[in-house]
C-alpha cells in the first residue's frame, strides 16, 4: 500500500499544475493546431483537410511582417538591456536606503494601463504636437517632418511598455551580489573595469536573460504599439494575426501565423538557453 | 432639446440628415449590382409560425446612434408595453462584431440580442449567407411598407428587404485641410499626388478602401469582380509604395486630420461636420468626381432570437413617420423615411435660441445636405455572391493595409 502511494505521490502532485496546463495551455494550442490545418469558409464552415499549404502560403505572404517583428523584437530587447542595466546597476549598488523607492519611481508610470500610455505617447509625438510643432515653426524641422508612423517610433514604444520586464530581473541578479566579491577583485588589482566584466556580468548575465525571456516574447508578438504609433510599412505580425481573425474571419491563416509565430520564438529562446545555459535562470527566477 | 454629445457615429450621422429629399430624388443610385437569391419561400412562414409576443427585447446597436435619454424606446414601451430589456451600444467594428457572435450562431444559441443593427459590409453579407438572419415577415411590417424610401428595397445586398431594414444611411468622401493643401481638392486623383506624400490617409475598412481603388480606376464597385479588384489593388499599392498614405485608419482619422498628421484623406462626411463644429475647424469635404461610395446600418434580427415579435413591432415603430423624425433629429443620418423631413422642418421651425440656430446650420450645411449632383456619384459597395469571393476580395486588398 505504502509503495503505490509512493509510487503514485509525484503524479497527484504533479496533478494540479498538469491539469492546468493542459486546460489552459494543450488544449488551446492543439484547437489552433487543428484550426490552421483546416479549409474552408466562415459561411460553410471550416473542415479539417490537414491543408499545411496555409502555413507554406501564410509565410510567403507575410514573411515581410514576420522578420520584421523579429528584427524589431531584437532591436528593442538590445536597447532595453542598455537602457536597464545601468539603471538597475545604479539603484541596486548607490541607491543605498532608498532603492525601494527609486523602483517604486521606475514603476510608476507603469500604474497606468499599456494602451493609454502608448496613446500618450501618440499625442506627444503627433506632427502638430507640442513637441515638434515649435521645432517647424522655428525652421528647425521640414515641414513634413515626423515620427509618428516611423520604425523609430514603434521601437521606442515597445522600449518604454517593456522596461520594467528588463530592469527588475537585471535588479534582483545585481543586488544579491555581494559587495566583498568586487572588493576582492579590487585587491587582486582587478581595473574597474576588469572587476566588472569579471565577476560583475558574469552574475549579473541571469538577470539578463530572465530579462530577455520576459521581454522579447512579448515584445515580438505586440501590436499595440505597432497599431497606435506606427503606419502601414510598420506592421507587426501580432496585427496581421488580429487582422486575419476578426477582419477577413480568416482563421486557418491567423492559426498558422500564430503557431508559426510561436514556433520560432520558442526556437530562439532554446538556442538563447543553450548558449547560455538556465540553472542560473531558476536561481534567479525562486530568489 | 436634447443635450448633444459628440463622438463618431454621432458625427457619421450628421453626414445624412440631408439627403432624405435630395437622395430620395435621386433614387437610382449607380452600382447596386447584382439582385440577390432570396430565401425559400416558406423561410418566412417556417420561421414566424408559432412565435408570439413575450412583452420584453434586447437591442444591440453602435454608440451615440440614439439620444441617449432613449425618448423613442421610453414612447415604444409606452405605447406597446413591449420592455426594452436592454439597449446595448455594443458594436462598434463590423469584423469584430461578427467574430464575437459567430460562435453562438453557428451552435444556434441566442447572442442575447433580438436586434442589432449592421452595415452593408463582409460580414452582412457573412451573416446572411451563413443563415444567421431571421427572413423578415413584412406584414408585421405596415409603417415600413407605408413609408420607407423605395429605393431601399434595391440595395444589392438585400434585394427587397429579405433579411433588413436601414436604421440610416452616410456618405464616405474626401476631407482635406485647405490650409495645408493649399487649394481645392475634388477628385480621387488628389489623393494619388505625390506632392501630398506621407500626408495621405485612405480607411483600413477593405471594402472602403477597395470601392476607392476601383472608382479611382474608373470602376463602379457594383459592376466589379476579381479582375477589376486586381487592377484597383494595383492602384492602390502603386499610391503605396509613393509613399503617399501616411496610414490606413479606421475611426482616429478624423484625430490625424486634427492632428495635421494627415492633409487629406478619405472620410464620412458627418465627422467632417462634427468636427468643425466642435473643435471651430475648417476641414473641407467632398465627394470626388469620380465618385464615392453611400453605406446603410441596418436593423436585422438574428435567427436564433428569442423575441423576435417583439423585435419586429420595435422596427417597424421606427418607421413611423414622428419616431424616425425625432430619431434622425439626434442622429442626422440620411433617414429612409421620405416624409420624416417635413416634420423635422416643423419642429426646426417651432424652435428657438441656439437649438434654431443649431439646426439652421445643420439644415443650410452643404456637408449635411449635399446636392444632387453628389448624390449622382454616390456607390454602393462592392458586393458578394460566394464567401469565396467574400475571401478573394480580402485577400487582394488585405495585404495593401498590412504591407
Known sequence: MGRVKRTLAPYLLVLPGGLWLLMFFAVPMATMLSLSLQEGDIVNGYVFTGHWQTYVEAISDYQTQLIRSLVYGVIATIILIVLAFPAAYWIAFYGGKRKATYLFLLLLPFFVSFVLRTISWRLILTDDGFLLSPLKDVGLLPENFHILGTSAAVIGGLVYNFLPFMVLPIYVALERIDPRVVEAARDLYATPITAFRKVILPLALPGVFAGVLMTFIPVSSDYVNSEVLGSSSTTMIGQVIQSQYLSSSNYPTASALSFTLMAVLLVGVFSYARALGTEDVMKVATR | MTQRRFGRRDAMRLGG???????????????????????????????????????????????????????????????????????????????????????????????????????????????????????????????????????????????????????????????????????????????????????????????????????????????????????????????????????????????????????????????????????????????????????????????????????????????????????????????????????????????????????????????????????????????????????????????????
Open chain 2, 17 to 403: 440628415m440631408s439627403a432624405m429629399g435630395a437622395f430620395l430624388a435621386a433614387c437610382g443610385v449607380e452600382g447596386q449590382g447584382k439582385p440577390q437569391a432570396s430565401v425559400a419561400p416558406d423561410a418566412v412562414a417556417k420561421f414566424w409560425n408559432g412565435k408570439v409576443k413575450n412583452g420584453t427585447v434586447d437591442f444591440a446597436n453602435w454608440p451615440l446612434y440614439m439620444d441617449p435619454k432613449r425618448p423613442e424606446l421610453k414612447k415604444f414601451t409606452a405605447k406597446t408595453g413591449i420592455k426594452i430589456n436592454s439597449y446595448d451600444e455594443v458594436i462598434q467594428e463590423m469584423g469584430p462584431w461578427f467574430a464575437k457572435v459567430q460562435p453562438q450562431l453557428s451552435a444556434g444559441q441566442s447572442i442575447g440580442y433580438d436586434l442589432m443593427v449592421i452595415t452593408n459590409s463582409i460580414q452582412f453579407g457573412q451573416f446572411r449567407d451563413a443563415g444567421f438572419l431571421a427572413p423578415l415577415d413584412h406584414s408585421k411590417l405596415p409603417n415600413y411598407v407605408a413609408n420607407a424610401a423605395k429605393s431601399y428595397s434595391q440595395s444589392a445586398y438585400d434585394m427587397g428587404n429579405v433579411f433588413s431594414i436601414p436604421w440610416a444611411s452616410g456618405i464616405t468622401g474626401i476631407a482635406y485641410d485647405e490650409k495645408k493643401t493649399g487649394r481645392p481638392i475634388t477628385k480621387l486623383a488628389d489623393l494619388w499626388d505625390p506632392a501630398f506624400k506621407g500626408k495621405v490617409g485612405m480607411f483600413r475598412d477593405l471594402q472602403e478602401l477597395g470601392n476607392f481603388g476601383l472608382l479611382a480606376a474608373g470602376i463602379k464597385p457594383g459592376e466589379s469582380g476579381e479582375a477589376e479588384w486586381k487592377k484597383a489593388a494595383a492602384k492602390l499599392r502603386e499610391q503605396k509604395d509613393a509613399g503617399i498614405v501616411r496610414q490606413y485608419y479606421d475611426q482616429t482619422y478624423i484625430d490625424a486630420l486634427g492632428k495635421g498628421e494627415v492633409w487629406i484623406t478619405q472620410a464620412w462626411s458627418g465627422d467632417i461636420f462634427q468636427k468643425n463644429v466642435s473643435d471651430g475647424t475648417d476641414f473641407k469635404f467632398v465627394v470626388p468626381e469620380e465618385g464615392g461610395t453611400i453605406w446603410t446600418d441596418n436593423m436585422t434580427i438574428p435567427i436564433t432570437a428569442a423575441n423576435p415579435v417583439d423585435a419586429i413591432t420595435l422596427m417597424d415603430f421606427f418607421y413611423e413617420v414622428e419616431n424616425a423624425a425625432t430619431l434622425a433629429e439626434y442622429i442626422n443620418y440620411v433617414c429612409p423615411v421620405p416624409g420624416a423631413q417635413a416634420v423635422m422642418k416643423k419642429h426646426a421651425a417651432e424652435a428657438s435660441g441656439e437649438d434654431k440656430e443649431y439646426l439652421t446650420s445643420v439644415a443650410e450645411s452643404p456637408l449635411v445636405f449635399p446636392s444632387e449632383a453628389d448624390y449622382a456619384k454616390l456607390h454602393y459597395y462592392v458586393d458578394f455572391n460566394t464567401a469565396e469571393e467574400q475571401q478573394d476580395f480580402s485577400k487582394i486588398f488585405d495585404p495593401i493595409v498590412l504591407g
